[in-house]
């Protein structure tokens, strides 16, 4: 989809924050390393504090040497990368104040301006009013939103109303990094390109799927946000429910923008309602206490620093999720998001159903079940655990459980694994709106999480408690015990 790269002026606001220091503007390094950047584009950084571009540049500078942590930065790089970026002292809340942005970021030049709103998404409304004061929100322009948009239903209607306001929604790019992940793109790969998968992908052989997106990290100092938000919303309105999204979406026609939100919105469309009837059985939640994680004692969630002495807010969600449509008929997807928990490990496992009838041996009643592991991170991999036959001259045929394993590193030697948001950024550069997520998706997606919540709230129960460094609490086994199943635990 990427061939070139396209001119433009990329405006990032919030550019001296966490996440601009952290992702983006290493991302827009290695774009510019891989000569992805167009040799007239510019980045235009946009904050508060009182200082120059030159000054600016070496405040850059300093946060590759800082986040960069598998390489060095390159000196020839980072003299071309200099020169494109410069830097804008605005207070964003003064309307007036946008004409320094103006000055500099001029369309006629031929540059496509794109505004990347790295800020408090309350925010949102007033850089909109800002850009429109200047004439950056006028088609070709475009606007690059993160996360979190809302906290709820309304409040995401809102965000996007106000947004609605000034840009078309072919201008729109909301940003789910999971989308811009290698492997999650993968997925499509593997379901549309092997006839082995795709014509066996569906309630006639899949008993179940789980994915997991396990965390050893904690809150990392954000408590106060994340004690409004909970692993429900900081995790599974956006990120598993959208790789749940391209895991049971019928094929797109084409790989393109409208096809493939169309198969995603069809997906979260057909999630059945969690409601005061279903919750107890189909939900779990947790917080954490103190523990160990590999091998290092750590606090508990009420001790985190920030943190307030009660809390009721979520720190691991387990979910059994129903897709009411045709093809996914009697398959649960088993959701599971945790902070704190033994390892770092995202995962797909689809569990295919049993074979009818053993003629292999008399001891083993049932033969094991065949399953596709698809890791997303952070060993990037396939693996599809089948039985073989041990070789030997015995009497009786012995089998074994077997796994194929394709590791994404030794199967592609020498390929660099870019960046979620290398990819992100490109696309929005090139005015891809394929991997960003819809004004309706993220509506849907709300509208399913809200009603788990309104469930928990009518339920009354606090979250139950499960040692940092384990699997979350005892209630996540059960959920799949009793449905004789069992999460997929092997390291
Ligand atoms: N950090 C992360 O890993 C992730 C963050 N996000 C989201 O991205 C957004 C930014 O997050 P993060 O970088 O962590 O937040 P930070 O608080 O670190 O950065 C926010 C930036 O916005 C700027 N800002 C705030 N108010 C104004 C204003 N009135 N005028 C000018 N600039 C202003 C801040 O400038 P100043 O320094 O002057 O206050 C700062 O540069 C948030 O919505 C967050 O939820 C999403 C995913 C991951
Ligand atoms: O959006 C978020 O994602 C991270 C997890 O991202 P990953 O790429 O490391 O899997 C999560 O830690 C954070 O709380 C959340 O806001």
Redesign the pocket.
């Known amino acids: 989809m990427t061939t070139s790269a396209a001119c433009c002026d990329l405006i990032l606001?919030?550019?001296?924050?966490?996440?601009?220091?952290?992702?983006l503007l290493p991302a827009l390094y290695q774009l510019e390393k891989s000569g992805l950047l167009h040799a007239n584009a510019r980045v235009v950084g946009?904050?508060?504090?009182d200082i120059d571009t030159s000054a600016y540049r070496e405040q850059v500078l300093a946060s590759l040497n800082k986040f960069m942590t598998k390489e060095a930065v390159d000196d020839e790089v980072w003299s071309r990368f200099a020169e494109k970026l410069h830097y804008c002292n605005?207070?964003?809340?003064?309307i007036a104040a946008y004409q320094t942005i103006a000055d500099i970021v001029k369309p006629a030049e031929g540059r496509t301006p794109i505004s990347y709103?790295?800020?408090?998404?309350q925010?949102f409304s007033?850089i909109c009013d800002g850009l429109s004061s200047i004439g950056l929100t006028k088609q070709p322009a475009r606007v690059v939103l993160?996360?979190?948009l809302g906290e709820d239903l309304p409040s995401s209607c809102a965000i996007n109303k106000q947004v609605a306001e000034y840009f078309d929604e072919s201008q729109v790019y909301r940003?789910d990094?999971y989308l811009g992940k290698e492997t999650v793109l993968n997925l499509l790969a593997l379901r549309f390109a092997n006839s082995i998968f795709s014509d066996q992908w569906n309630h006639n052989t899949i008993d179940h799927i789980q994915i997991t997106a396990a965390e050893q990290v904690g809150v990392e100092g954000?408590w106060s946000?994340y004690d409004d938000a909970g692993q429900l919303r900081d995790m599974v309105q956006n990120h598993l429910l959208q790789v749940l999204s391209l895991i049971a979406m019928e094929p797109p026609t084409r790989l393109d923008t409208e096809n493939i939100r169309e198969e995603k919105l069809k997906v979260l469309r057909s999630l059945r309602p969690v409601t005061a009837d279903n919750v107890q059985d189909d939900t779990v939640r947790g917080q954490y206490t103190a523990g160990f994680v590999a091998d290092s004692k750590v606090p508990g969630y009420l001790e985190e620093e920030g943190a307030r002495k009660e809390s009721s807010t979520e720190t691991f969600v387990a979910l059994k999720a129903h897709i009411d449509n045709w093809r996914w008929s009697g398959v649960p997807f088993y959701l599971r998001t945790g902070k704190r928990m033994p390892e770092k490990r995202t995962e797909v496992v689809i569990t295919f159903k049993r074979q009818p009838h053993n003629i292999f041996h008399e001891s083993l009643s049932q033969l094991p079940p065949n399953r596709l592991i698809i890791r997303l991170q952070p060993d990037e991999g396939v693996e599809i655990q089948m039985m073989n036959k041990v070789p030997g001259l015995g009497k009786q045929m012995q089998l074994k459980p077997t796994t194929l394993d394709l590791s994404f590193y030794e199967t592609f030697e020498n390929k660099r694994i870019a960046d979620a948001y290398e990819r992100l950024l490109l696309e929005a550069i090139q005015g891809n709106q394929y991997l960003f997520v819809s004004r309706e998706e993220v509506e849907h997606a709300w509208r399913w999480i809200d009603g788990i919540r309104a469930a928990w709230s009518h339920l009354g129960e606090l979250p139950k408690s499960y040692q940092a460094g384990t699997w979350g609490p005892v209630a996540s086994v059960t959920l799949l015990a009793q449905d004789g199943r069992e999460w997929d635990d092997d390291a």
């Open positions: 606001f919030g550019t001296l924050g966490d996440l601009a220091r952290r992702k946009v904050a508060r504090d605005v207070d964003l809340k003064d709103l790295a800020t408090p998404p925010l007033t993160e996360k979190p940003i990094h954000r946000y």
